[in-house]
């Protein structure tokens, strides 16, 4: 924003003049939900809450009859509804003149003749939400920010109708283009999730439910111990890492749980170094490969046991850090086709009877041991599982970057085109 007149720092071409600073009161009206937990049934009125703010729908519902008793303002096509308790400052715009009620979570802003998309994402500006902010109630728990105080926020706009219409108008595309994105995205996860229930045996069976065209005969089980050999892995914890420099690379339990895909190139992801070279020295022997798998031994969920499968090392010296079961197969197997199955339901069921522990759930390289491995007998069609997988993951990854791509270019324009 200008130092010396309320305007923002990019606008549309045409629209010139000063903004004009409105409480929320003055452009809309504005009110709370019922403060009364309802009494759900299996249908009839939608009944939204803070948690529902995103998408705006709920498997939530009321009564016709107790919404026709408790609900004599309720949401309608251009409100605006904002969160209030818990959440606060989230707000989102109502697209259909279906009936819903909202619980005391949420504020309804009425619409009146201002955009509700340039409301929504004035709301979301850094400028708006400074305010919401300073007049939230951060000592409640949950923090919460009253309904008297949500009138007085103050919101600031255009002279022009014309040129609010205009900016509500460019964010609901750019929303509509991270939806997209999102969906597909969405959409892409959960057939992931499902061919890795349905492309590889169930435990006790050799012959997966979906399979590639060509392919036939059973599958082979092997014990874990034929299948691999271990390899030393150190217990260096983050201190003793960094992303400057050095000699050797460590993989860190940690990243394999949040960061890490089943397969883990390399060559394009960055890896931090072991601080010491002298200790980075000692472990040279055990330097990965290519097709080695790196195991997470320990975390607080049924997490345990998730693994990534190296390719593309190029050299590079990398070895198997803190909380970790490092394996190199003694089997021929395709690249990236162990990395899939090892993180499928019918490997991993395997383990869930093994984990120790409570709060944090561990497994050991002994009972690690006594799990069976399952695979093709055909390279070919081992080949082929990972290939699907990998262009499944790229397609995810692709869509992902663009939700954050997008998602960067909004936060942008809410800084610049809001005052």
Same mark, same amino acid.
């Given at each position: ?21 409105? *409480? ?11 403060? @009364? ?23 939530? #519902? ?15 096509? *251009? ?16 697209? *259909? ?21 340039? $409301? ?46 205009? !900016? ?5 595309? &750019?929303?509509?283009?991270? *939806? ?29 439910? !979906? ?59 960055? &890896? ?10 000692? $472990?040279?022997?055990?330097? $990965? ?41 003694? &089997? ?9 199955? &090892? ?25 690690? @041991? ?18 699907? #997988? @990998? ?22 324009? $809410? ?5």
């Amino acid at each position: 924003m200008s130092a010396d007149k309320k305007v923002p720092d990019i606008r549309f071409k045409g629209f010139s003049g000063e903004w004009a600073s409105f *409480n929320l009161s003055q452009i809309t009206e504005v009110y709370d939900g019922t403060h @009364q937990t309802p009494a759900y049934t299996k249908n009839g009125i939608m009944f939204l809450s803070a948690e529902n703010i995103k998408t705006l729908t709920s498997t939530k #519902f009321i009564s016709e009859e107790a919404f026709k008793n408790e609900f004599k303002i309720f949401p309608k096509k *251009n409100d605006v509804l904002m969160t209030r308790i818990g959440d606060v400052g989230t707000a989102n715009v109502v697209e *259909n003149d279906d009936d819903k009620a909202y619980y005391v979570t949420l504020a309804l802003l009425k619409y009146k003749q201002l955009s509700p998309y340039f $409301l929504k994402n004035s709301i979301a500006s850094p400028y708006v939400q400074k305010n919401i902010w300073l007049r939230t109630l951060h000592i409640a728990f949950p923090k919460k920010i009253n309904i008297n105080e949500i009138k007085q926020i103050a919101v600031s706009c255009p002279s022009d109708k014309k040129e609010s219409d205009g !900016i509500g108008f460019f964010f609901q595309k &750019l929303d509509n283009l991270i *939806n997209q994105h999102q969906q597909k995205y969405d959409k892409l996860s959960n057939i992931k999730k499902a061919m890795l229930e349905k492309m590889f045996p169930k435990p006790g069976e050799t012959v997966p439910e !979906i399979r590639f065209k060509g392919f036939s005969g059973a599958w082979k089980i092997e014990p874990f111990g034929v299948c691999f050999a271990n390899i030393p892995n150190n217990s260096l914890s983050r201190a003793n890492l960094n992303y400057e420099n050095g000699i050797t690379k460590n993989i860190h339990y940690g990243d394999i749980l949040i960061k890490f895909g089943e397969i883990l190139d390399a060559t394009n992801e960055i &890896l931090p170094f072991i601080t010491n070279d002298d200790i980075a020295n000692k $472990l040279k022997h055990a330097t $990965l490969r290519d097709g080695d798998v790196i195991i997470a031994d320990a975390a607080e969920d049924s997490m345990v046991g998730k693994c990534t499968e190296l390719f593309n090392i190029n050299g590079q010296s990398i070895v198997s850090g803190l909380h970790t079961i490092a394996v190199r197969p003694t &089997l021929s197997f395709a690249s990236k086709y162990l990395g899939y199955y &090892l993180n499928s339901s019918s490997y991993h069921d395997q383990l869930l009877s093994l984990m120790q522990g409570t709060k944090v759930l561990s497994i050991s390289k002994a009972t690690i @041991q006594t799990t069976n491995v399952t695979f093709p007998k055909s390279s070919e069609e081992q080949t082929a599982i990972g290939n699907y #997988f @990998q262009k499944l993951d790229t397609l995810i990854e692709q869509h992902q970057q663009q939700i954050t791509k997008l998602n960067n270019i909004k936060q942008a324009c $809410l800084s610049k085109m809001f005052i």
